[in-house]
Every structure is written in C-alpha cells, then in structure tokens.
C-alpha cells in the first residue's frame, strides 16, 4: 500500500482511519445541511469551512462534484429529461 500522496510536488501522508472519518462526518453534515436548506451555501456556510478544515483539498473538490453529479443524477431520474428548443427553421 502506498503511505504518501503527491500533491503540487509536495508529499503528504494519506489520511488515516480517524481522519478519514472525520471527513466524512463534515461533508455528510455540510449535506445534510445544503438538502434542508434547498442547496442555499450561505445557510451552511460554516458546515461549509469544517468541511474544507478536514477534508484534503483533492477531497472537497471530489466530493463537491460528485454531490452535483448525484442531484443532477436524482432530477434526471425524478423530472426525466427535457431537450432544449433549437431553432423553428423554415424549410
């Protein structure tokens, strides 16, 4: 198993069990948080800062993005998909 992570040229150690953890339980908080407060961040801004405080950078932006993926994901499967209107050409 690999014991470091290279980041920007720097290495850092990988996350341990606890710190994993502690991680999780911040972006699973700060969620919690966005879905009460219909996706409103200033609601959840401080959710929001211990996320970032305990979560490695790389992570918040991983779990940032799969969040968006998962409700885009839950709308597509909920509302269905809708196409654009293009243009009403004249033949």
Partial sequence: MINFLFVFGAVMTA???AERKTCWDARDHLWKCLDDNDDN???C????SEF????PAQWVKYFT????????KEKMQTEGFTPAEGPQGAS
């Fill in 15 to 17: 996350p341990n069990s």
């Fill in 41 to 43: 961040v200033a609601s």
């Fill in 45 to 48: 801004q401080r959710f929001q």
């Fill in 52 to 55: 970032e405080a305990k979560c």
């Fill in 65 to 72: 993005k799969r969040r968006d993926f998962l409700k885009y």
